[in-house]
Structure formats: structure tokens, C-alpha cells
């Protein structure tokens, strides 16, 4: 949250009105965000990104139940001032269902159709966290079957740098493309998703984030994720001080960052496995469109995930969290690598012929 604000400040600083609107922006849905403060004794309002030097204007409102009106509005309002940074939120990642004609016409498609760019931003809460089919998933896999041409930008950020870098990226392109933005939920209070100051101030997006603590060497299994999932992962892989499994973080899911995952491929030489991991079911999530863009690659790709589902979460607390240790468990088991296979096959094959 707090890189968010960063983010907006800076722009303000650098003459870009920044406008934001959704149910609950203000305080923020997980009350995380704090942009506007209410005095108890008055119920005056004080606004900290209103008292930067700048003639910039900081637009917040809390909207109105009706995401079909206002994400159309956005949209339009972000189509006339391609100079502002134009924001809609929804307040849990699912309720873009009720604009999903404004994704599907303009968001989506508006530049083919129409040779029209539009800079909006659309922040969409994401992550499972037990609390049910209506708040976990922000339907990763509907945007992600409309990525095409390089017509929107998809991402899942797991680090306040990376989210401030690619909110400011917007604007310091010299085109316009809409950004949708998978956010966190528990990451926004959990103690490692946490960036130095100079990953702000030198740093860039990173699109993929490499493993920093496995062992090139000695990795066998490459896993895959982005979002939240991967400090799950962490948890495991640190607790258990696997070297053998790395664990590499897909930031920017479209356009896909198809040559530095090459480079992941090359760089693990000796992993016999690369495996798309996520939380979402499996005929949902990422894994749809990953399963697709590299069947016909070199890097040929697995999955861990629910299994397939109509619903998109459980609504059992305890069965949520079953599904999730055994998706945590099952990334770690290590199967026998293809080349100890092959060479079993090869010493069976000999010992069926002396046999003979």
C-alpha cells in the first residue's frame, strides 16, 4: 500500500493528476490504502497526496455499487486525459463481472476495433485466502483469453517496488495501454513483502523475478507462479533449505516475457522438471493461457493446482486450507528425473536382452 502511495506521490510531483475511484477506495477494502483520513470529532476529511507541492489534482472517490457506469465512465475519462494516471478498483477482484461488457467492447478490444490507446488501470484484489468463491479469484483466466496483439498489460506483482514501478510506467511511456493489476490481499500485512528504499529509486519492473537462493547446479524441478502463492512456496522451500527446487515469479503475466523465461530454462540446465504452479483450479487461473503459449516451446511445461472446477474457491475454510498444503506439499515432491528414467529404461532394456 504504502509503495502505491509512493507511486501516486511521485507522479503528482512530476505534474500527472492521478484520479481513483471504486466502492471502498478511500480507506482502502482491507483498510490498507488510508488516502483520505475522516477527523471523529468533525468528519472533516484530510488528504496527505493534497498537501505536495504541485498543481497536479489527486481525485479519490468511493462510487456507487454499479461497476458497469463507473468503469465506463474510467474509461472514457481515461481516453480524454491520456496525461492522468486514471484508476478503477474493484473492491474484491470478482466484481469487474458486473462491467464485464465494458472489458470485453472497450478495454479488451478498443484498439483494434477503433485504433483507440486508453491508459486505464483496473486493480483487482486476487489471492485465495479462505473466504469463499465471491472473494478469492478476480478471474485471471477471463483476461488472460483476451490477450492478444499485445492489446493489455497483465500483471501480478509480488513486491511494493514492482507494483510502484509499473503504476508509474504507465505514464512514462510514450503509449497508452491498459493495465490490469492483480493485487494482494494478505500480502499487504505479511512481514517479508517488503522492498529497500533503493529498489524505489534505482530500480525498474522486474517482469520475472529469478530464485536468489537455490542452487543452479543442483536444481531439479523449476517451479513457475506469481501472485501471493510464491511466499508459500518460500515458507517451504526455506523451512525445508531446498536448494534443489527454484522458484521463479512471473511478474508480468501479457505481454508474456516469452525470451527471460528462455533464459530460466537455459540457466537450470540440469532441472528435469518446469512446472506452472498456481492456486487457482486448473482449468483456471494462468494456466489456460501458459498451457497454450508454450506447448509447441522447448520449455514444456507442468502444472500444480486445485483440480478443475465450476466454482472458483471452496466456501469450507478447512477445506481450502487442505487444498492449499497439498498444492504447497505436491511442489516440492521431487519425481525421478527424465534422465534417471531413460537410463532405467536403458538398463532394463540390456537385462531383457541378456535374459533372452
Same mark, same amino acid.
Given at each position: 500500500?504504502?509503495?502505491?502511495?509512493?507511486?501516486?506521490?511521485?507522479?503528482?510531483?512530476?505534474?500527472?493528476?492521478?484520479?481513483?475511484?471504486?466502492?471502498?477506495?478511500?480507506?482502502?477494502?482491507?483498510?490498507?490504502?488510508?488516502?483520505?483520513?475522516?477527523?471523529?470529532?468533525?468528519?472533516?476529511?484530510?488528504? %496527505?497526496?493534497?498537501?505536495?507541492?504541485?498543481?497536479?489534482?489527486?481525485?479519490?472517490?468511493? $462510487?456507487?455499487?454499479?461497476?458497469?457506469?463507473?468503469?465506463?465512465?474510467?474509461?472514457?475519462?481515461?481516453?480524454?486525459?491520456?496525461?492522468?494516471?486514471?484508476?478503477?478498483?474493484?473492491?474484491?477482484?470478482?466484481?469487474?463481472?458486473?462491467?464485464?461488457?465494458?472489458?470485453?467492447?472497450?478495454?479488451?478490444?478498443?484498439?483494434?476495433?477503433?485504433?483507440?490507446?486508453?491508459?486505464?488501470?483496473?486493480?483487482?484484489?486476487?489471492?485465495?485466502?479462505?473466504?469463499?468463491?465471491?472473494? $478469492?479469484?478476480?478471474?485471471?483466466?477471463?483476461?488472460?483469453?483476451?490477450?492478444? /496483439?499485445?492489446?493489455?498489460?497483465?500483471?501480478?506483482?509480488?513486491?511494493?517496488?514492482?507494483?510502484?514501478?509499473?503504476?508509474?510506467?504507465?505514464?512514462?511511456?510514450?503509449?497508452? =495501454?491498459?493495465?490490469?493489476?492483480?493485487? %494482494?490481499?494478505?500480502?499487504?500485512?505479511?512481514?517479508?513483502?517488503? $522492498?529497500?528504499?533503493?529498489?524505489?529509486?534505482?530500480?525498474?519492473?522486474?517482469?520475472? *523475478? /529469478?530464485?536468489?537462493?537455490?542452487?543452479?547446479?543442483?536444481? =531439479?524441478?523449476?517451479?513457475?507462479?506469481?501472485?501471493?502463492?510464491?511466499?508459500?512456496?518460500?515458507?517451504?522451500?526455506?523451512?525445508?533449505?531446498? =536448494? /534443489?527446487?527454484?522458484?521463479?515469479?512471473?511478474?508480468?503475466?501479457?505481454?508474456?516475457?516469452?525470451?527471460?523465461?528462455?533464459?530460466?530454462?537455459?540457466?537450470?540446465?540440469?532441472? /528435469?522438471?518446469?512446472?506452472?504452479?498456481?492456486?487457482?483450479?486448473?482449468?483456471?487461473?494462468?494456466? %489456460?493461457?501458459?498451457?497454450?503459449?508454450?506447448?509447441? $516451446?522447448?520449455?514444456?511445461?507442468?502444472?500444480?493446482?486445485?483440480?478443475?472446477?465450476?466454482?472458483?474457491?471452496?466456501?469450507?475454510?478447512?477445506?481450502?486450507?487442505?487444498?492449499?498444503?497439498?498444492? *504447497?506439499?505436491?511442489?516440492?515432491? *521431487?519425481?525421478?528425473?527424465?534422465?534417471?528414467?531413460?537410463?532405467?529404461?536403458?538398463?532394463?532394456?540390456?537385462?531383457?536382452?541378456?535374459?533372452?
Amino acid at each position: 500500500a504504502m509503495g502505491e502511495l509512493l507511486a501516486y506521490g511521485t507522479l503528482l510531483k512530476e505534474g500527472h493528476p492521478v484520479r481513483l475511484s471504486g466502492e471502498d477506495v478511500k480507506r482502502g477494502t482491507f483498510s490498507h490504502r488510508h488516502a483520505v483520513l475522516t477527523l471523529v470529532d468533525s468528519e472533516d476529511e484530510y488528504t %496527505p497526496l493534497d498537501t505536495l507541492d504541485t498543481e497536479a489534482k489527486f481525485s479519490i472517490y468511493n $462510487s456507487l455499487l454499479s461497476e458497469y457506469g463507473v468503469l465506463g465512465f474510467e474509461y472514457g475519462y481515461a481516453l480524454a486525459n491520456p496525461n492522468a494516471l486514471t484508476i478503477w478498483e474493484a473492491q474484491f477482484g470478482d466484481f469487474f463481472n458486473g462491467a464485464q461488457i465494458i472489458v470485453d467492447q472497450y478495454v479488451a478490444s478498443a484498439e483494434t476495433k477503433w485504433q483507440r490507446g486508453n491508459g486505464l488501470v483496473m486493480l483487482l484484489p486476487h489471492g485465495y485466502e479462505g473466504q469463499g468463491p465471491e472473494h $478469492s479469484s478476480a478471474r485471471i483466466e477471463r483476461f488472460m483469453e483476451l490477450c492478444a /496483439d499485445d492489446n493489455i498489460q497483465v500483471v501480478n506483482c509480488t513486491t511494493p517496488a514492482n507494483f510502484f514501478h509499473v503504476l508509474r510506467r504507465q505514464l512514462h511511456r510514450d503509449f497508452r =495501454k491498459p493495465l490490469i493489476v492483480f493485487t %494482494p490481499k494478505s500480502l499487504l500485512r505479511a512481514p517479508k513483502c517488503v $522492498s529497500p528504499l533503493e529498489e524505489f529509486t534505482e530500480g525498474k519492473f522486474q517482469k520475472v *523475478i /529469478d530464485d536468489t537462493y537455490a542452487d543452479a547446479k543442483k536444481v =531439479k524441478r523449476v517451479l513457475f507462479c506469481s501472485g501471493k502463492l510464491y511466499y508459500e512456496l518460500l515458507d517451504k522451500q526455506q523451512a525445508d533449505q531446498r =536448494k /534443489d527446487v527454484a522458484i521463479v515469479r512471473v511478474e508480468q503475466l501479457y505481454p508474456t516475457p516469452d525470451q527471460q523465461l528462455m533464459k530460466i530454462k537455459a540457466k537450470y540446465n540440469k532441472a /528435469d522438471e518446469f512446472i506452472w504452479t498456481q492456486e487457482e483450479p486448473e482449468n483456471m487461473g494462468a494456466w %489456460p493461457y501458459m498451457c497454450r503459449k508454450f506447448r509447441k $516451446s522447448e520449455l514444456q511445461l507442468d502444472v500444480i493446482s486445485r483440480n478443475e472446477g465450476s466454482s472458483t474457491a471452496t466456501g469450507f475454510a478447512k477445506q481450502h486450507q487442505a487444498q492449499q498444503q497439498h498444492i *504447497i506439499a505436491k511442489a516440492f515432491e *521431487i519425481a525421478e528425473g527424465k534422465a534417471t528414467k531413460d537410463k532405467k529404461k536403458a538398463a532394463e532394456k540390456v537385462a531383457n536382452v541378456a535374459a533372452e
